[in-house]
T-cell receptor, first 118, second 114 residues
């Protein structure tokens, strides 16, 4: 059973460029969340997708956008890249279930996409 | 005040000792609490979650929750060099009931020496 897969694993961009990161959730999972982890920091919540809609959003500018496809995979797009966008971008999926299990916080993380902005 | 605070460490313990990792949170209404382990260059993996005041044990790991003090801890017994990693405390604030929007601390780096 494949876990959460992300691509690309590493990429280098220059300021002002745009980037698209991709994520395939763990089999059976329907919810995808994206987190940004800067060096030496904990992951910060960007947004969450469920049923192809953005359900929750963290404190990130509109330059950060996303999409979820019918097969539950997801993309994270970042426009007008800044140096400060350099980070590890983590995708996390979670399983469906009753409301109680949605509160367990049992997120399954992919290995991440490390973005360097020069 | 940060929502979730952890000492960044490093916390150094000898092999076989008990490692004690601590975390405080600011939102008194928070209901669910999590410990993730992150090896260098890898993604976080869930070790334990706890909802109720008191202790929860799983193998060598014990999570402790004190909601009155807004304090969560993780004890690792018989620490092994393979436990050397960054331990992230995460909280699901009350407004996020039904959603998994975790707020993470900055993590505590644990070093277990042979």
């Amino acid at each position: 059973d494949a876990g959460v897969t992300q691509s690309p694993t590493h990429l280098i961009k220059t300021r002002g460029q745009q980037v698209t990161l991709r994520c395939s959730p763990k089999s059976g999972h329907d919810t995808v969340s994206w987190y940004q982890q800067a060096l030496g920091q904990g992951p910060q919540f960007i947004f969450q997708y469920y049923e192809e809609e953005e359900r929750q959003r963290g404190n990130f500018p509109d330059r950060f956008s996303g999409h979820q496809f019918p097969n539950y995979s997801s993309e994270l797009n970042v426009n007008a890249l800044l140096l400060g966008d350099s980070a590890l971008y983590l995708c996390a999926s979670s399983f469906p279930g009753p409301r109680e299990t949605r509160d367990t916080g049992e997120l399954f993380f992919g290995e991440g996409s490390r973005l360097t902005v020069l | 005040q940060k929502e979730v605070e952890q000492n960044s460490g490093p916390l150094s313990v000898p092999e076989g000792a008990i490692a004690s990792l601590n975390c405080t949170y600011s939102d008194r209404g928070s209901q669910s609490f999590f410990w993730y382990r992150q090896y260098s260059g890898k993604s976080p993996e869930l070790i334990m979650f706890i909802y109720s005041n008191g202790d929860k044990e799983d193998g060598r790991f014990t999570a402790q929750l004190n909601k009155a003090s807004q304090y969560v801890s993780l004890l690792i017994r018989d620490s092994q060099p393979s436990d050397s990693a960054t331990y992230l405390c995460a909280v699901n604030p009350p407004m996020n009931t039904g959603f998994q929007k975790l707020v993470f601390g900055t993590g505590t780096r644990l070093l277990v020496s042979p």
